[in-house]
């Protein structure tokens, strides 16, 4: 029996990465009759490579008003899909006087709910050994384990009989019709959700919004002595990277200082931060580099760049690596790709890599408008 739809659903949603599941769980909450379409076995994407963080506070203007409403998502989802969300925060870390400026600046405009400075025995309490001048906590961010929480996300959907055809690609689509290779489905609305393959599958609508892929490489380490540390853990590189730190009148200070410290670390993108696995295993990483394909050759230095600096955090002499991954998302200056492609069918893609976070509260927005305005 074809697992497609036989009579026209509301909604179709392609793609059930969490940018896909996101649109079905709010188009299912909304009482509309909804469908996915995945062109893998499981959700094989981005959505399962990344550290997990819902990076909540580190985001500015729409991307914070998203990840409010995204944090909310993930803590009611967690309880019906039963999974773990911890609600942990994020360490940030801090090693330069410039780090700690930019922190001191952040902590000013956001208040004592969203950021508490830290000093530096507060920051070893948490991470011994990083010779931290201090941090800060930020207590809204949460930590998922993604490859556990998004199938779980999946299977919570199957069980309120929304149905998800996977092993099925989506080749065409065109209003109140799409074509995939098990057959055609009928449906009122279609959002795609397909990350960064929207440049395959609509190369127009991807190239109009100057949308490329960016690759980043993660690694999986083992704890060096046993270590725990229940938030998710940002240093001073990730400063550089998100609006909430990189829009403060001193990042510009900050990068000028790693600039004439460290050039490496800005060519390779690097973002070192790390979040640990419910079984104790660290994600570390990563390096971000852009193109619209990317050569399949790894650069052992990029890892070993990652290790140097990964052990340095850590305070290690060294670290053993357990698995070693790539993962792309779609990249635009934008940050949000949601386009009309015909009537009735809209394009989404979170195009920084920021899509675990906001995108839980991107698709009540998403919904509004194709439903009330299209
Ligand atoms: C290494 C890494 C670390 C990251 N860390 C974080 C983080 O900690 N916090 C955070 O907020 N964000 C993070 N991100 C970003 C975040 O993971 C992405 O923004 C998000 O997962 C994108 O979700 P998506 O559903 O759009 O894409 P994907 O997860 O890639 O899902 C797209 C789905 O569409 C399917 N598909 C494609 N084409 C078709 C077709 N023609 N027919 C049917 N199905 C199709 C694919 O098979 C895929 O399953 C990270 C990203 C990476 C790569």
Redesign the pocket.
């Known amino acids: 029996m074809s697992p497609l739809p036989a009579t026209p659903v509301d909604l179709l949603v392609?793609?059930?990465?969490?940018?896909?599941l996101a649109h079905a769980v709010e188009a299912h909450l909304r009482g509309l009759r909804v469908a996915v379409?995945?062109?893998?076995a499981f959700?094989?994407?981005?959505?399962i490579?990344?550290?997990?963080?819902?990076?909540v506070t580190a985001q500015d203007g729409d991307a914070l008003r998203y990840a409010l409403a995204g944090r909310e998502r993930w803590l009611w989802l967690a309880a019906k899909a039963g999974f773990d969300a911890a609600e942990a925060g994020t360490l940030v870390v801090a090693r330069r006087p410039e780090e700690m400026a930019v922190l001191e600046e952040f902590a000013a405009v956001r208040g004592v709910e969203q950021v508490r400075l830290l000093d530096a025995a507060a920051v070893a309490r948490h991470l011994p050994g990083p010779e931290a001048l201090g941090g800060a906590h930020l207590p809204l961010d949460l930590r998922l384990d993604s490859p556990t929480a998004v199938p779980a996300v999946a299977g919570w959907l199957a069980g309120q009989g929304v149905p998800i055809a996977w092993r099925?690609?989506?080749l065409s689509v065109e209003p109140g019709l799409v074509r995939t290779s098990r057959g055609d489905v009928r449906a009122a609305r279609t959002v795609l959700?397909?990350?960064?393959?929207l440049d395959r599958?609509l190369p127009d609508v991807a190239e109009a919004a100057g949308m490329t892929r960016c690759l980043?490489r993660?690694l999986e380490v083992a704890p060096p002595d046993g270590l725990r540390v229940a938030p998710g853990v940002l240093t001073g590189l990730s400063l550089l990277r998100y609006g909430g730190f990189a829009g403060r009148p001193s990042a510009e200070g900050l990068r000028d200082a790693v600039a004439a410290e460290a050039p490496e670390l800005l060519d390779a993108g690097m973002n070192l931060m790390f979040t640990q696995r419910p079984g104790g295993a660290i994600v570390l990483?990563?390096t971000h580099h852009y193109s619209p394909t990317h050569a399949p050759f790894d650069d052992e230095a990029m890892a070993e760049l990652l290790l140097r600096e990964g052990a340095r955090l850590f305070g290690a002499p060294s670290l053993r690596v357990l698995r070693r991954w790539r993962?792309?998302?779609?990249s635009s200056a934008a940050g949000v790709l949601d386009a009309a492609v015909a009537d009735g069918v809209r394009a989404v893609?979170?195009t920084s890599?920021?899509?675990?976070?906001?995108?839980h509260g991107l698709a009540p927005a998403v919904l509004d408008s194709l439903f009330w305005h299209s």
Do not use: P
């Open positions: 392609v793609g059930a990465g969490v940018v896909g379409v995945e062109r893998d959700a094989a994407g981005a959505s490579r990344n550290f997990g963080h819902i990076c099925t690609s989506v959700a397909v990350g960064h393959d599958l980043l993660m990483g990563d993962g792309q998302y779609a893609s979170v890599g920021i899509g675990m976070t906001i995108a």
